[in-house]
């Protein structure tokens, strides 16, 4: 789709914590509609990334701002849609129970939850209590909360972990659709395989990013056939 307005613009982002660097001048921008994968092996600064973008993370230099507004204003309370890594829902509660609640602390109608759980493909599963669902389905029911109120901005971290590789490519299909419908999403991954389902990529590596583009222009560029080549090459390049 054609791109819209900037949705996150960060500048020379710096993050320190016990006297270390976590973030080292980090700088990009995302638009509206775009399906961006955040990759790095564990200890990139995927996380710490990601909480600045939510405004819980203290930062030491640089600018973030989400909507024109900082990072953790108060008027960005519902425009950040955020799905944690693991179960985030009550196991002990249905799936529309789940949903009616968070759906509650947003203040979003009712129907707000018919909608969600339609988009994730869970209409059929509303009753059924979550303790009783497989792991994707679970991390659907945590999808659909973050859906709720229709943010323009999601952020999601290892959504598709441990999962078997027919869910992964369902929920990618979901993603996908999001961002077509103008939806700003942020998928974080340390799995380099899933950078192929990206239209763009930013590679983190202990707190600096290596690389902002395509996954075709990242295997042209480091003239790999696979990303867990391309990725290795550019290590080599920045050592």
Not at 25 to 32: G, H, I, V
């Amino acid at each position: 789709m054609k791109r819209g307005k900037i949705t996150v613009d960060v500048a020379e982002l710096r993050v320190v914590r016990e006297g270390s660097e976590i973030l080292h001048s980090l700088s990009f921008r995302a638009s509206e509609g775009e399906l961006i994968g955040l990759l790095g092996p564990s200890g990139s600064g995927k996380s710490t990334l990601m909480r600045s973008l939510l405004g819980v993370q203290v930062i030491a230099g640089g600018a973030l701002q989400i909507l024109t507004k900082p990072a953790g204003a108060r008027s960005l309370r519902g425009k950040l849609g955020y799905m944690a890594q693991g179960s985030a829902v009550y196991l002990d509660l249905s799936v529309e129970e789940n949903l009616h609640y968070f759906a509650g602390v947003l203040n979003e109608p009712r129907e707000e939850v018919a909608r969600v759980l339609e988009v994730v493909s869970l209409t059929s599963f509303a009753r059924r209590v979550v303790s009783s669902l497989s792991g994707g389905e679970r991390t659907r029911v945590s999808l659909a909360t973050a859906l709720l109120g229709s943010p323009p901005i999601l952020i999601l971290d290892e959504p598709t972990v441990g999962l078997d590789p027919i869910l992964r490519r369902d929920l990618w299909d979901t993603f996908k659709k999001l961002a077509e419908s103008g939806t700003t999403v942020l998928v974080s991954s340390h799995v380099m395989d899933e950078a192929a389902r990206c239209e763009r990529l930013l590679l983190l590596r202990d707190g600096h990013l290596l690389f902002d583009d395509s996954p075709t222009n990242l295997l042209a560029a480091s003239k790999s056939s696979s990303y867990d080549d391309a990725f290795e090459r550019l290590i080599e390049q920045h050592s």
